[in-house]
């Protein structure tokens, strides 16, 4: 089957709803920043949901809480950049995700004080003991709002991700390289094309069917028969026709459109993850030999929260790491795969040494846990400089 081009896929797969908003406020928020010479970077964050509906009841998802760019968002405002946040809905969002993701309701954070309200009643306040927090992030929220650095940015499926990610890398022309595309968003690779996609819910038996043709007391018969299929039985006895049998497409890979058309001068940043150290930098490489964009981030899903790798063209591969001591804590991640992808990539990794790759004094001062997304931003920053120079020196 040929693959399918860029103009085929857009006619065939329609745009979500409020596109023509979107590209609205986008535009008008890149022009204001454009104009006063500011770095912008497009965050793209969370899952892309693939339906198998058109009238959407079940759908496949992946895990994507929207952790990495989320916080990525935040490290991006402290150091200049205004930020276009195109975010799965209801995924998690720069500064509120310090509350939304927490394993404590939102609520336990507040407390009642007898006075202060309208009219000397009642009032909601934060508890003493995360006032000093919620204020500094209810600060940086503020300040980035009320500067008009952060325009967020909804989507919720694969085919919305794209006419988003499409018409807003457009309108980042005018930015030249002082645009920074920061693909961090988890997208689908298989997708359900419309011509194939049921118009209402799957149904789990053929009853509706039987109902449509059938007068009401055959319907009443039927209903037995209806009630010995176990859904939840996927033994070799229920026959194939009882189960539900999916017929995906690949997404077209539009990664090289962006870099040669939709954004040809804005720095490109994609993301690899991978769960086998054996294959991550190999599968990186490919990724920036095929798509020849600008950097690809590469990061085990045990150890994503802790170290990453940087694959550029023409430079050798860096390694960022959280040193031991300032790790944050993760349910999913395994310290015994820390180091693992490099050593075996290299065979240069000396776990006597992994854990100091940086000076421990450029490290984000604070709490003790380090996030690494700090250390990703400001070694990225570094580069998206070079990549203006080089740009801007090239044009003279």
Known sequence: MPAMTEDQYFSLNPPPKDLDRHTQLVSAFISAHAAAGRRVVLVTSGGTTVPLEKQTVRFIDNFSAGTRGATSAEYFLEAGYAVIFLHRQFSLLPYSRHYSHHTDCFLDFLSEAPTGGEGGGPTVVARSSSQDKMLAVLRQYRKAKDGNLLLMIPFVTITDYLHELRSISRLMGPLGPLG???????????????????????????????????????????????????????SPRVPRSKRLIIDLDPVPKFLKNLVDGWAPQGMIVSFKLETDP???????????????????????????????????????????????????????????????????SSGQYAREEGDRPLDPKTLPDGEPGVEIEGLIIPALMEMHTEHISAVRDKSQ
């Open 180 to 234: 920074l595309l920061y693909l961090a968003a988890a997208v689908s690779d298989f997708f359900v094309p419309p011509d194939r996609m049921a118009e209402h819910k799957i149904q789990s038996t053929d009853a509706a069917d039987r109902n449509k043709a059938a007068n009401p007391s055959a319907a009443a018969e039927n209903a037995e028969e209806e009630e010995t299929f176990d859904n939840f039985d996927s």
């Open 278 to 344: 054996d294959i991550l930098v190999h599968k990186a490489k490919y990724s920036l030999a095929r798509y020849q964009h600008h950097l690809v981030i590469g990061n085990l899903l045990a150890t994503r929260k802790w170290e990453v790798v940087f694959v550029a063209p023409g430079r050798k591969d860096v390694w960022i790491r959280v040193p031991r001591a300032r790790r944050t804590k993760s349910v999913s991640g395994q310290e015994d795969l820390v180091g693992q992808a490099e050593e075996r």
